[in-house]
């Protein structure tokens, strides 16, 4: 059975820094895909980072340069620290686990297992 919980969401000021933390269990952080998505109110989803095998990363254009995802394969806990953050990045992001091969790492409907949810307000 797979679980990811996320954590680490909040109010911050722009220009301020959050880290949000996806900890799973049932899936090996490291051993394939993984993303962040977000989605703000009234928009659509939107894949924010990806990382496959825990070295290969992917980002969103409206992230590049600000956000950075990694994992941590003792902690099994896969991470987002966002920099520069400005109101446009507030959503409830989500975590997301082990994606079809040859798809596109930015489409949620390739994904199996999500987390609940956290929500980043940035004002």
């Known amino acids: 059975h797979v679980q990811l919980v996320e954590s680490g969401g909040g109010l911050v000021q722009p220009g301020g820094s959050l880290r949000l933390s996806c900890a799973a269990s049932?899936?090996?952080?490291?051993?394939?895909?993984m993303a962040w998505f977000r989605q703000a109110p009234g928009k659509g989803r939107e894949g924010v980072a990806g990382i496959y095998g825990g070295l290969t990363r992917y980002y969103g254009d409206s992230v590049k340069g600000r956000f950075e995802i990694s994992t941590d394969d003792a902690k099994n806990t896969m991470y987002l620290q966002m920099n520069s953050l400005k109101p446009e990045d507030t959503a409830v992001y989500y975590c997301a686990a082990e994606k079809a091969t040859g798809t596109d790492w930015a489409d949620g409907r390739w994904y199996d297992y999500w987390g609940q949810g956290t929500q980043v307000t940035v004002s």
């Open positions: 049932g899936y090996s952080v490291g051993a394939d895909w």
